[in-house]
């Protein structure tokens, strides 16, 4: 038995202090090349675009998270996920759920294809899945639960009938970081993160993650990753570093405010609809029970007009009307225009992505505060809607 989470948040199990004088925050090593002792002798490092000890520390911390072999870094999570995909050539076939982040849908449709890479979208039940598996299908990528809508899928499901068919299961883990939910420990062959969101937590740094528990894919990606050029920075690499840090207490506290949200906004009539998978009502809810430690802070909720949906984001204050989760802030986004506004129109009415749909990152502020918030917002929204109706 390794230690707990939040102790693995704060300290490597095997951390080398020697060199760096007990520093207790890892350095930061701002350099792009080392300099080699002699012919054929080497630090250890040479050229920070393969490695830099920052980022290796960082990468370290993240497979230790994942419990996986090996994690790699990248500037971005789309620049994580750009690389994945230069593990497939052209006249390979992909199944991947119809909910996803809406940078990952535009990556599959408008690069991955162009590459000859085939793309199958469909809602990954294992039938759904089993049924659509064929000769040149190499992988299965999903996200659990999904965004926005906070479907749940059957992790361990899935890496059976991967495991069956000789396929990877990939699994982007962002929306409840290791925290809360371990893939590849139920069997997922490669994970991925968008450390911009929990990992780094402060809504201040981009970054991207590529976790595995397999030898051979790290080795693949390791020669990506050394090949074209996307790894993470060192500065930016100490900045999730730190983020890290405090991820157990922040994904605790933003869980625990996103409880009473949901709580209040179901109390609301204008609320027709609150999705989160922390509900037992939520279909999700026993698999999630299963297969993640905590239900996470993302909550969707529908409210009963379009323009009930733009008042709300014209009013807010302390929560702001931004992009991005995971961070401190409480943010709220607008799916229709925002995260998802290149998500073709048909496959956005399939998951249920309307006008009215609004969708929350629950921060680390005071619950009451953000409570407050709301029945401010609410209260000035109703106002507005009465007086454009007698005018
Ligand atoms: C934000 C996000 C990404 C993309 O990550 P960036 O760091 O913004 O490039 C991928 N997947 C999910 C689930 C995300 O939320």
């Known amino acids: 038995m390794g230690v707990d989470v939040l102790t693995k948040c704060i300290h490597l199990e095997k951390e080398?202090?020697?060199?760096?004088?007990?520093?207790?925050?890892?350095?930061?090593?701002?350099?792009?090349?080392?300099?080699?002792?002699?012919?054929?002798?080497?630090?250890?490092?040479?050229?920070?675009?393969?490695?830099?000890?920052?980022?290796?520390h960082l990468e370290k911390m993240v497979a230790a998270l994942e419990n996986g072999v090996d994690a790699l870094a990248?500037?971005?999570?789309?620049?994580?996920?750009?690389?994945?995909?230069?593990l497939f050539r052209p006249g390979d076939h992909l199944i991947a759920d119809t909910d996803l982040y809406g940078g990952t849908v535009r990556l599959f449709d408008n690069i991955s294809e162009k590459n000859g890479i085939e793309v199958t979208k469909i809602d990954c039940s294992p039938e759904n899945v089993r049924k659509c598996i064929k000769d040149n299908t190499k992988a299965i990528y999903i996200e659990t639960p999904t965004n926005p809508m906070m479907n749940v899928i059957d992790i361990t499901a899935l890496s059976e009938i991967a495991k069956s068919r000789g396929i990877w299961l990939i699994v982007d883990n962002t929306f409840l970081s290791p925290y809360f939910q371990n893939p590849l420990d139920l069997g997922a062959d490669i994970v991925v993160?968008?450390?911009?969101?929990?990992l780094g937590g402060h809504n201040d740094t981009l970054a991207g993650f590529l976790v595995t528990s397999d030898v051979s894919i790290s080795e693949k990606l390791r020669f990506i990753i050394k090949t074209t050029g996307a790894g993470l920075a060192p500065f930016d690499s100490w900045l999730i570093l730190r983020g890290i840090k405090t991820l157990g207490v922040r994904m605790e506290k933003a869980q625990e405010n996103a409880f009473e949200i949901v709580h209040w906004l179901k109390e609301q009539e204008e609320?027709?609809?609150?999705?989160?998978?922390?509900?037992?009502?939520?279909?999700?809810?026993?698999?999630?029970?299963?297969?993640?430690?905590?239900?996470?802070?993302?909550i969707t909720f529908e409210v009963t007009s379009k323009e009930f949906a733009l008042g709300i984001l014209k009013n807010v204050r302390l929560i702001q009307f931004a992009e991005s989760l995971g961070g401190v802030e409480t943010l709220i986004t607008y799916p229709v225009t925002q995260t998802h506004a290149d998500v073709p129109k048909k496959l956005l009415d399939k998951n249920g992505i309307n006008e009215r749909v609004l969708r929350l990152s629950v921060g680390i502020e005071a619950g009451r505060d953000l409570i407050a918030e709301f029945e401010r917002v609410f209260e000035k929204v109703r106002e507005e809607l009465l007086d454009r109706e007698e005018s």
């Open 16 to 56: 080398s202090r020697e060199n760096f004088y007990g520093a207790v925050s890892f350095p930061i090593f701002q350099t792009a090349t080392f300099a080699h002792p002699s012919v054929g002798n080497s630090t250890g490092y040479d050229y920070s675009r393969l490695q830099n000890p920052t980022r290796e």
């Open 271 to 298: 609320v027709l609809k609150v999705i989160y998978p922390g509900l037992e009502t939520h279909p999700g809810y026993e698999v999630m029970r299963k297969q993640s430690r905590g239900f996470g802070a993302m």
């Open 193 to 198: 993160h968008s450390g911009t969101k929990y």
């Open 74 to 86: 990248f500037s971005s999570g789309m620049a994580a996920i750009t690389s994945l995909m230069e």
